[in-house]
Structures are given as C-alpha cells and as structure tokens.
C-alpha cells in the first residue's frame, strides 16, 4: 500500500474573519512538551501561491505573505491519503519574508500576551488565580487543576498575562500547558489524555535513542518543599548524597515526616529499572504529550512497559513525516 502525504493550512484573518486555506507547503515542524506553557509551529510554503478563500480557489496567483498578519488563527492538519487529523491550532506570531516564507506560531498560550492589572489575595486557590490570569476569550481551564489552597499571593505590576502564569508555574512547581484551547496548571504526569500503541519494528522507525537503564544506577536527591493550608512552607530532602538534583514540590502537607513519606514514594518514578529516551515514528498512530505509550518489542520482552509521554516533535516536508516521541517517566 502506497502512503501519500497530505496537509491542509487553514487561516482565520482577524481582520475581516475571512477564511483561506491551502494545500502545499515546503516544510513544517511543530513541537509540544509538558514541561512548557509555549508550544510552537513553524511552516514554510511559497511566497506565491492560489488560495482557497472561503472555499473557492482563486484564479491569479497572489504573494501570500501579504494574505495574513500576527494574530490571525491558525490550524495544521496532516496525514496520509487524504486523511487528515488535527495537529495544532494556534496564532501567527511573526512572519518571515524569506524564500521560501516562513511563518512561526503559538497555541493559545498567544493570547496570554496581554497586560494583566496587579491583583492581590489574602487566601484563594490555585484554580482562582489561574482562573483570573487567563480570563480571556478562547481559552477555556482544565477540570482537573488540583484543589490548593493559597494565602497572600500577589501579582505584580508590569506583567502580561503569559507572565504572571509562568510566574505561578516557577513557584509552585507545577506543569502548565495548552492541549488546543484549554489550560491545564498542576501535577505533572497527571493528565491522562488516552493511550497509543508502538511495537518496536512494527509501526515506529527508529529506536536507537531509546536506552535502558537500571533503577540501582539511578542517583537521585530530591528536594521536596511542601505547602501546608496555611501556605507555609516545609523543607526536606531524600534520595543519594551524590545524585542527581531534582525538586518535588507537595500539596496540603501537614508534616516533615508526611513531606518525606511523600517525597520517597514519587522517587520511585524515577528510580524504575525500564526504558526511557526517544522513539521516532510515523504520523500514524497520532501522540501527542499527556498521552501513555505503551510500548513493546517482538523481539525483546524487556522493553514492555507503559510511559508517560513527556514531549513530542512532528516533522513534515518534501522528504517525508515523522513524529519523534519523549519517554521519560514509567507508569506502575
């Protein structure tokens, strides 16, 4: 069976809310990640081309850098045999005038590049301030942004609304990211957004950046800080003298001893003995970060298991497509 590539590029202009789309392009990499609020696309097309415009294709040909502006909307589609799936939605950011035109994109985090007047809470929740930062239209919360609670939280003055969100991710030690238009804020690795299949060989093409490694050889100090109702802070610290620093931060903590207890049950995530690394594969099956892969090898038993997709790199173009797909964390 022959797989053709396919792609589909359509744009809202904020201008007027017309609609173009197009179905060439020279190249596209878009790129996600739990671990940052930005996700970003990057395509090439030609700097001169015939667009569809509310569905009909126009007859003359027209310098396409010109057609659209920063802050027009943006969704990418990719496939094969004309099936597409969605694989990013998001804003213009910048356009390049270069050959071939470049054009860069954001999520929704786009819409969070606005100023954001100073606010101060005696006790609120995390949900609330979240909340009050990304008040904006477009942008909806995630129902799963954990119940904590939060005393004397402060806003600066002088901070977009894309700053303040980093601000509370920075000191809270959460993960905060966009999965399309809805904001999640909280506990990495929680968000369970489905499962996708890999069989080593089968249905990826590379496995050479996917390494084992033993939980014995894994050092790892960990830093715990936990906060309890009050929003006071507690300190402890577990794990190998000599290891690896990595800081864990903990919810509704009411002890040293219960931070520790805590803090020596989430080392074990990180202390597995299993894979982790990258796996490169086609655009089929669909992956995206927040989603398990459950992997597993015809060859060698060894590399079962069930990971938490951490990032994810789609690659599309002239040459082919791939996704390139993180592991990095084993999930019981």
Not at 71 to 80: H, N, V, W
Not at 112 to 130: C, D, Q, Y
Request: charged share 30%; glycine share 6%; aromatic share 10%.
């Amino acid at each position: 069976m022959v797989f053709a590539l396919c792609c589909k590029i359509s744009i809202e202009r904020k201008a007027d809310g017309k609609k173009l789309s197009f179905t060439t392009l020279n190249s596209c990499e878009i790129e996600k990640s739990i671990y940052k609020i930005n996700s970003s696309a990057k395509i090439r097309i030609p700097t001169s081309a015939r667009l569809k415009q509310d569905g009909k294709l126009s007859t003359q040909s027209v310098q396409t850098g010109k057609q659209f502006e920063r802050g027009d909307k943006i969704t990418i589609e990719l496939g094969y045999n004309d099936k597409l799936v969605k694989e990013f939605t998001g804003y213009i950011y910048r356009i390049n005038f270069s050959t071939p035109l470049e054009i860069e994109c954001e999520g929704s985090e786009f819409l969070l590049r606005t100023p954001l007047p100073t606010k101060k809470w005696k006790s609120t929740t995390l949900k609330e301030i979240v909340k009050y930062i990304s008040d904006v239209p477009g942008i909806t919360l995630s129902e799963k942004i954990p119940q904590v609670n939060i005393n004397n939280y402060v806003i600066s003055t002088s901070r977009s609304r894309l700053e303040a969100l980093q601000e509370v991710k920075e000191a809270y030690g959460l993960a905060a990211y966009f999965v399309e238009n809805n904001l999640y804020v909280g506990l990495a690795y929680t968000p369970d957004l489905g499962v996708v299949k890999y069989s080593i060989g089968v249905n990826t093409v590379k496995d050479d950046k996917l390494k084992y490694r033993y939980g014995d050889d894994v050092k790892l100090k960990i830093k715990a800080i936990g906060f309890n109702a009050d929003n006071t802070k507690l300190h402890a610290e577990i794990g190998d003298h000599d290891g690896q620093l990595r800081t864990l931060f903990f919810y509704n903590v009411t002890s040293v001893e219960a931070l520790k207890k805590l803090a020596q049950e989430e080392i074990q995530k990180y202390k597995y003995s299993g894979y982790e690394g990258q796996i490169t594969a086609f655009l089929v099956p669909y992956a995206i970060p927040g989603m398990k892969a459950e992997l597993s090898d015809p060859k060698y038993a060894e590399k079962k298991g069930t990971f938490y997709i951490s990032s994810t790199k789609v690659e599309f173009g002239r040459k082919g497509a791939r996704r390139y797909i993180d592991i990095d964390v084993k999930l019981q």
